[in-house]
């Protein structure tokens, strides 16, 4: 099974300031087609998850500019430009090129110092 | 738009059953594989099973292989997970998530059912 590695866990930031999380996978997320197929997700207190990113930097409809994805084979980023009240919550990264099982990272709590 | 709604959580004891239900509505549910996810109280997110657009294939996670079986109803557009010899560790929120593509993976989450396994 593919492992997701997050980090920080726990990411204390300033109201207006950048934040950025880490996601490393055990292997290369590159699928026979080309693709990468790493998404982030988004969960905010007593909410479900929520999609935010998939393929590596494609924003689902209604994510704000303010939140990006990067990266490439086992490394990847999700920044937040400047962060928002309404960002506060755990963030995970999940890996859906070696399936099954689909995998997720640990989660990265965010939030306001 | 797109909704799941989940239900069947509750209380149940040690080594008994209990099926979920998700009812799907607002696209074509017959076209698209649809997952089931868990979440442990205060825990990250575990996959748990998936079914394909046409009930030919169905994986399930390690955890819950041999015990969880699930399956679809596309005359009711529901997704089901049956869940037998409930165990403690099986006690989470249940969520049923949209599959369909690569791309549109877990793009539609439900708000989750309880399952609370405990004498």
């Known amino acids: 099974d593919v492992v997701m590695t997050q980090s920080p866990l726990s990411l204390p930031v300033t109201l207006g300031q950048p934040a950025s999380i880490s996601c490393r996978s055990s292997q290369s997320l590159v699928y026979s087609d080309g693709n990468t197929y790493l998404n982030w997700f988004q969960q905010r207190p007593g909410q479900p998850p929520r999609r935010l990113i998939y393929?590596?930097?494609n924003r689902d409809s209604g994510v704000p500019d303010r939140f990006s994805g990067s990266g490439s084979g086992t490394d990847f980023t999700l920044k937040i430009s400047r962060v928002e009240a309404e960002d506060v919550g755990v963030y995970y990264c999940m890996q859906g090129t070696h399936w099954p099982p689909w995998t997720f990272g640990q989660g990265t709590k965010v939030e306001i110092k | 738009q797109v909704q799941l709604v989940e239900s069947g959580g509750g209380v149940v004891q040690p080594g008994r059953s209990l099926r979920l239900s998700c009812a799907a509505s607002?696209?074509?549910?017959?076209?698209?594989?649809m997952h089931w996810v868990r979440q442990a109280p205060g825990k990250g997110l575990e996959w748990v099973a998936v079914i394909w657009y046409d009930g030919s294939n169905k994986y399930y996670a390690d955890s819950v292989k041999g015990r969880f079986t699930i399956s679809r109803d596309d005359s009711k557009t529901t997704l089901y997970l049956q869940m037998n010899s409930l165990r403690a560790d099986d006690t989470a929120v249940y969520y049923c998530a949209r599959g369909g593509s690569l791309t549109e993976q877990f793009d539609y989450w439900g708000q989750g059912t309880l399952v609370t396994v405990s004498s």
């Open positions: 607002g696209f074509s549910f017959s076209t698209y594989g």
């Open positions: 393929k590596v930097s």
